[in-house]
Every structure is written in structure tokens, then in C-alpha cells.
């Protein structure tokens, strides 16, 4: 049951129950970066961003190596289900995408840099699948924590969006919300691939760089 590919959100009321706590440990230090795994305290002056945008291995993978950014996280977010299991998640009956947790210094790197990053290393046009990686946990997704990301995320997503439809590869259909809760993900997910530097990448993308002029 938890293998089935879903392509269509369900209605709350269906989704699955989940538990009240996380049931799980996860380890203290980031395996790539020299801070915490789990940053409910962020340093002063840093912000908090969040992303779905297919398998988040490689996501996450993506986002550790930016200058600016401190630490990186990988969960579950957008759904009812809370603190979901890994499993649960793939049988689309929590509604959740699997999610980015990024927390960067925006004097070096900004909210918008790490959206022009966003739209370049996925696809945004497929609604719930990447590449074939097929399922509502793979759908694009753009979660804000202020007033002041929500504005650059809608404005950088017409942007390109603009130029997509420009080249004639399809609507947007990334989600763009409050950033919802997020639940991490099991320990051996973490850095998934700086532990594991052979395993997969899904890295579907449109091959269209950010306008330079946005």
C-alpha cells in the first residue's frame, strides 16, 4: 500500500492519522555543515526558507553547497498527516511534499537567490511528479515565513514563468504558501548523499537559466 503512486491530493478527512510526536532520533551535528541538524533556534539575523522540488536528496544536496547558507534539513510539509513516516508519505495519503529546510544568512546569500536556484534545478511545470519520480510528495512547492518572501516568490515565479510560456514549456504550477508545519525526516534521509555519494540524484529541469535582467 505505501509503494502506490498517487496523483491527486485526498481529501483531508482521508488522510492518515500520523502520532504526536516524532518516534525517531535524529543526529545533533549537520554531516556536511559545522552546525545543528535540528535548528528550532536560528542565529540572529538568519531566516528560515523552504522548498519542494522533487526527491529532496538532491535537493538538499543542492542547497548545502550555497555560500550563505548554514544549515540544511530534509522532511515533510504541506499535508494534514503529522509527523509522518517516510512510508506513509510515498503512499500519498498524508498530502505532504518531501521538503528542503534551509536556514542562510541573507547578508550573503538572499531569499531570491535561493529561488532563482530553485526554478533552475527542477521542473516546475509537472504538478505531481519529477522527471519519474511520480507522486503528490514531488510536487513543486514554495513555502514563505514573511511578508517580504512571499513578495519575491511570487514575483521571481512570474518571471520565469513568463519566460517559460516565452519558449512554450508549460504553466507553472509550483505551490506557493505560508510555510505550513514541517516535520523532519528520518535520521539516515539527513545528507542523504554525503553519506551515500553514489546514490540518486533526480535533477529534472527545464535547461532555462534565470532571466538575467529579474
Same mark, same amino acid.
Given at each position: 500500500m505505501f509503494l502506490t503512486r498517487k496523483a491527486q491530493l485526498v481529501a483531508p478527512e482521508e488522510t492518515l492519522v500520523g502520532r504526536s510526536e516524532r =518516534?525517531?532520533?535524529?543526529?545533533?551535528?549537520?554531516k556536511v555543515l559545522d552546525a545543528p541538524l535540528v535548528t528550532d533556534e536560528v542565529p540572529e539575523g538568519f531566516e528560515v526558507a523552504f522548498f519542494g522540488l522533487g526527491c529532496f536528496w538532491g535537493a538538499e544536496e543542492i542547497y548545502w553547497q550555497l555560500p550563505g547558507v548554514w544549515s540544511t534539513s530534509v522532511g515533510y510539509a504541506g499535508g494534514t498527516t503529522p509527523h509522518p513516516s517516510y512510508?506513509?508519505?510515498?503512499?500519498g495519503r498524508t498530502n505532504h511534499t518531501e521538503a528542503v529546510r534551509i536556514v542562510f544568512d541573507p547578508s550573503k546569500v538572499s531569499f531570491a537567490d535561493l529561488v532563482k536556484t530553485f526554478f533552475e534545478v527542477h521542473d516546475p511545470t509537472q504538478g505531481f511528479r519529477q522527471g519519474n519520480d511520480v507522486g503528490t510528495q514531488y510536487r513543486s512547492a514554495i513555502y514563505f515565513t514573511s511578508p517580504e518572501q512571499e513578495q519575491v516568490a511570487r514575483d521571481l515565479t512570474k518571471v520565469y514563468g513568463d519566460e517559460l510560456k516565452r519558449r512554450r514549456l508549460g504553466d507553472i504550477t509550483t505551490e506557493i504558501r505560508q510555510a505550513p508545519t514541517y516535520y523532519y525526516a528520518e535520521d539516515h534521509h539527513q545528507q542523504?548523499?554525503?553519506? =551515500?555519494?553514489?546514490?540518486?540524484?533526480?535533477?529534472? =529541469?527545464?535547461?532555462?537559466?534565470?532571466?538575467?535582467?529579474?
Open positions: =518516534n525517531f532520533p535524529l543526529s545533533e551535528k549537520h512510508d506513509e508519505v510515498c503512499s542523504y548523499l554525503a553519506k =551515500n555519494p553514489f546514490g540518486y540524484r533526480c535533477h529534472a =529541469n527545464t535547461g532555462v537559466k534565470f532571466p538575467a535582467t529579474a
